[in-house]
């Protein structure tokens, strides 16, 4: 499956932004999708996912209440909904998709830059 990011951009604190991922490929084999980010000099960390079975959307404490995570289906696109985005927001952020669960990530996509100014 190939996983293409649009959305990124330059945003001011408190401001929103929606980042897409378009899947391509053998997208009925999808278990899950999720986001995740990266800072300069930090680890890729977690940021949302979202099961293809049932629906269930997990996030990352630090985001939780201000992001969401959503698909369209017939479009074999996810979205990351980013309110009251924060300067600590700043990172690449990755799609991911999973053949096998909710939490083992095979397929990545190249990333999108979002970048949060005080």
């Known amino acids: 499956v190939q996983l293409v990011e649009s959305g990124g951009g330059l945003v001011q604190a408190g401001d929103s932004l929606r980042l897409s991922c378009a899947a391509s490929g053998d997208t009925f084999s999808i278990i899950s999708m999720g986001w995740f980010r990266q800072a300069p000099l930090k680890e890729r960390e977690f940021v949302a996912a979202?099961?293809?079975?049932?629906?269930?959307?997990y996030y990352a404490d630090s985001v939780k209440g201000r992001f969401t995570v959503s698909r369209d289906n017939a479009k074999n696109t996810l979205y990351l909904e980013m309110n009251t985005l924060k300067p600590e927001d700043t990172a690449v952020y990755y799609c991911?998709?999973?053949?096998?669960?909710?939490?083992?990530?095979?397929?990545w996509g190249q990333g999108t830059q979002v970048t949060v100014s005080s």
């Open positions: 991911a998709a999973s053949f096998v669960s909710d939490y083992d990530f095979d397929y």
């Open positions: 979202l099961s293809w079975i049932g629906g269930t959307t």
